[in-house]
């Protein structure tokens, strides 16, 4: 095994603990619903939130290098030029997220100046790290970038899928400096802080999961390179072209002109069409390879995030991007509801097939079986849907009840919270939750274990 | 817009994506399978689709751009899945599925 891919196993398992991390705190975050004296006084609800979501970010990124670190020495057929950058970056890495959730659970704020911002957070959701630890994400992301775009240059060759993640490494690195500026002005500030969430997190990392994904279907079902890098570029152009500009949906309440609701509601309402081709090319290599392959809980991952991306971004998104609908259902839980199962689909279970992948080469398993991932993946999705349902009736509840009726005043607001349904869907989420996070466990224990135990083999009984 | 109105129409369209979903699950199946259920399958999924679509061209309180984007989608979700299907069998009968 070569040193990218020793990183590469590194980062996969500082992404699996992380993932870890996020579940706790996001069904931690589940239980102030149902009991907002939780922990009172010892850790608030929104340090939980920020935890949840600031890991959410954390360990999605993490699997993402350690995909690209496995794959890349493959592709080039030598090591990544500066290898030794990256390995050091990854305990500093590691060090920083966990000094930061420390910051995050016993400082948890401070006083509105500099020193808060550059040593405790910064006050913006999903980008809440202090400003040293954003320094230090940057810096990550730019040796990244050098290890990928370097290797290209030191190798003297190019495949296509490694020339589209290379240029995707220029707005990768860009797009991460707007989590640096303080801006008075809410709207100035919401404006561009969009820039980041939107456009690096949902197309730059679109186009990133996009790559790993043709490198992991390669592997996984043989298909010729040709073929993936064919449907890259036309994902690619279809990010491009509806994703982009679906930036705007996010534009439409924040004090933006009047021309972002037809842009974003525009955009964004196509961006379920190329999902569509990504559901019928799952199938299309379900059946062509009658679901045989050497590594089962890879292709299923694989499968499932063709499907969660659909699901979740296609049709969750579809119910609420219009303008005249966003009115009411911008904020609630109904958001939530299509950004866990859109978060899901479209990223997570890349990574969780990558982790698959690696996990067959580096233990050297002829097949990938067992119960365990079975269960681990029944338990997982199984618990996302019913999270994200819960949500929905939720969320449905509260644009209905608070907004629709009750034109968002304090009253409507509390009649909302205490209504049947949404406190139906707020329970249901953490029993939901529950069954997340046992599928979380068994995933753990199912990856720490495989092809490691012992295999009994019977001994014939000797003839008398 | 009315309460009732904004679940409904936000219900239809999800639907509407939900039923291109189908109709792509379907038309692939049948193709796959050489399955006349199958085609059957997708056949009523997308009328369900073009069925939710003309509902909320005609009952719903969307403003006529939007319409004209939901009619436009819906004419998009019928040709996708051939298309594709259709790029996937050229890609792979010229190319060879497997490197």
Redesign the interface.
Known sequence: MSRSQGLAVKYLAAAVLFFGVMTASGLMSAVYYIDPNFLFGLLHFSTAKMLHIDTMIIWLLMGFMGAVYWFLPEEFGCEPAGIWAAELLFWVFVAAVLVVAAIFVFVQWGPGTETTLWLFQQGRKYVEAPRWAAVGVALVMLVFAWNVVGTAVRAKRITGIMAVMSVNMVPLVLLYLIAFPKIDNMAVDLYWWWWLVHLWVEATWEILIGCIMALAV?KLL??????VE?WLYIEVGLVLGTGILGLGHHYFWIGTPDYWL?IG??FS??E??PL??M???A??DA??HRMKTTNRPAFYWTLAEAFGN??GG???G???T?P??NL??HGTQWTVSHGHFAFWGAYACGVLAVCYIALQERRRLAAVEGPGWIWAFILLNGGLIGMVGSLLVAG?AQ??FER??GGSTLDAFIAGQENAWFQLGIYTRFGFGLMFSAGYVVLAWNLLTLGRRRVVVAQPLPAE | MTPGAFLATSGLLGLMVLAAGAYGLGYTASQLKRSRRWALAAAAAYAVLAIDAAVLIAATPLTPGWKILVGASALAYLGIPPLTWRYLQRTHDQKGAHA
Not at chain 1, 222 to 227: A, G, L, P
């Open positions: 390669m043989d298909t010729s390179r040709k073929i064919g037809g509601g525009l309402a196509l379920p069409l569509l081709g559901v019928v090319h199938i299309y059946g062509v659909f699901l296609g049709v969750f579809f119910m609420i219009l005249q609908l009411f259902a449905m644009a209905f629709a009726i």
